[in-house]
């Protein structure tokens, strides 16, 4: 449902939305049983009475896809069984040593079963956002028009897999009776998430076939605990919701800047077009400025330590590695970019409105190669003798080394093409509008 309102100089919207989900799997599962509210509204202001300058304010709530991947956990649909062991037995190696074909030289560190230990929370929901913003804007000069906007996101309710003692265990009959903990798909608040930022975007009109764009975002916050839902990343889901009791939330999951944390980001887009008798020629460009990304000193798959191990209370099958982090999440930063992009365009209409289109773009003119990141491996010291360590490794309350090195790994140094700023690259584009 959706209603707007004015009255004299004052505009508000109204927007209401309910959602209803519900899915199945094989041999009636239900994947997806729930509802939702989520209620949008906004206010403009005509600050002269005349539309030349608005001040507006808006709050929305939002709600993420159902995505089958989190949804379809309790089923075997594109997600089998699956178990595995950690091999104890004696050394060897090779197609004949026997010992490696032996289940009794493994100890069982984990598995699932769909259909036997996976439960999905009663009325479990995607992940949800809510938006506040506020901006004013107009026009400031006859031909330039200007906007700035402040926005704030809240992230909630993401999924993760719980495991926790109050889940329970479960008996496989198909691991002759081994027992697995349970894990349910739960919506939680551990996971928190928040996104702010002031953007100015501008347009000039400084002749009738040329005009210039300029949009810049300077981030405030980006700030969280997890990674969770990341970009291209659908649904990787984080355990932060697992073994809580073994955990270590300020050196697994501390608050910081998130990896896609980005202080400033500047687009400037002039732009021509020449109209003539045998076509319309268009010139455009871009300059593009980005400072760094965030990146964290985290030493992954670390094993747990005795203290941690000592907190068990009783788990079918432990977690074997972890994230430790040294000091908040996305303490450092990458080195910035800026290029010049270029793209020259020709149409003509042939016939009514068929016109044959072709376009050339270059993408970095100037071929710029600014080095956009580098390889972030440390290892903590877990020994004093280790290289780089100074003789001491030292452990706070968890057991967990609290210092690191750098020495034996490539810390850094580019290690990858893609820590690179895109080379010169040309492209040329050709197509029929009608």
């Not at 600050?47 to 379809?72: C, H, K, M, Q």
């Not at 390889?375 to 360590?389: A, E, H, M, R």
Request: aromatic residues 14%; proline residues 7%; contains cysteine.
């Amino acid at each position: 449902m959706n209603d707007i309102w004015r009255f004299g100089q004052v505009t508000a919207n109204l927007g209401l939305r309910y959602e209803k989900v519900k899915g199945h799997g094989p041999e009636g599962t239900v994947t997806a049983d729930s509802d939702s509210i989520v209620p949008r509204i906004s206010v403009a202001y005509d600050l002269l009475n005349d539309g030349r300058y608005t001040v507006t304010g808006s709050y929305a709530e939002y709600s993420g896809g159902y995505n089958p991947i989190a949804f379809n956990q309790i089923t075997n649909v594109g997600n089998p069984s699956y178990v595995y062991y950690f091999y104890l037995g004696p050394p060897g190696e090779g197609y004949n040593f026997a010992p490696g074909y032996d289940l009794n030289n493994y100890v069982l560190a984990g598995g699932a079963f769909p259909t036997r230990n996976v439960s999905l929370q009663d009325g479990l929901h995607s992940p949800r956002t809510r938006e506040w913003s506020g901006s004013i804007g107009g026009q400031i000069l006859q031909n330039t028009y200007a906007a700035v906007t402040y926005l704030h996101r809240d992230y909630r309710d993401f999924i993760i897999p719980v495991i926790t003692i109050e889940t329970g265990s479960t008996s496989i009959p198909e691991l002759d009776g081994a027992v697995l903990d349970n894990k349910v798909y739960s919506n939680t608040n551990l996971i928190k998430r928040t996104y702010q930022s002031i953007s100015m975007q501008s347009r000039s009109n400084f002749m009738r076939n040329f005009w210039l764009q300029l949009a810049y975002t300077y981030t405030l916050r980006n700030d969280g605990n997890s990674e969770e839902e990341a970009v291209n990343q659908p649904f990787s889901p984080a355990n932060i919701g697992s073994f809580p009791e073994l955990q270590a939330p300020d050196r697994n999951f501390p608050f910081g800047r998130l990896n896609t944390y980005q202080k400033h980001k500047l687009r400037v887009f002039p732009n021509y077009t020449l109209c003539t008798l045998v076509g319309n020629f268009n010139f455009g460009m871009i300059y593009n400025y980005d400072s760094g990304l965030a990146y964290s000193l985290l030493a992954p798959n670390q094993p747990f330590s005795d203290t941690q191990l000592a907190r068990d209370p009783g788990y079918a099958v432990l977690p074997t590695t972890q994230d430790i982090y040294f000091g908040k999440r996305g303490t450092g930063t990458f080195p910035g970019q800026s290029r010049f992009d270029l793209a020259f365009s020709y149409d003509i209409n042939v016939w009514k409105t068929f016109a044959p289109w072709i376009q050339l773009r270059v993408i970095n003119l100037l071929n710029t190669s600014y080095r956009t990141g580098f390889n972030t491996t440390v290892t903590p010291c877990s020994d004093p003798s280790q290289p780089g360590c100074n003789g001491a490794a030292p452990v706070d309350a968890n057991g967990l080394p609290t210092t690191f090195t750098t020495v034996g790994t490539p810390f850094g140094t580019a290690t990858s093409n893609t820590q690179f700023q895109q080379s010169r690259t040309f492209s040329i584009n050709a197509g029929i509008r009608f």
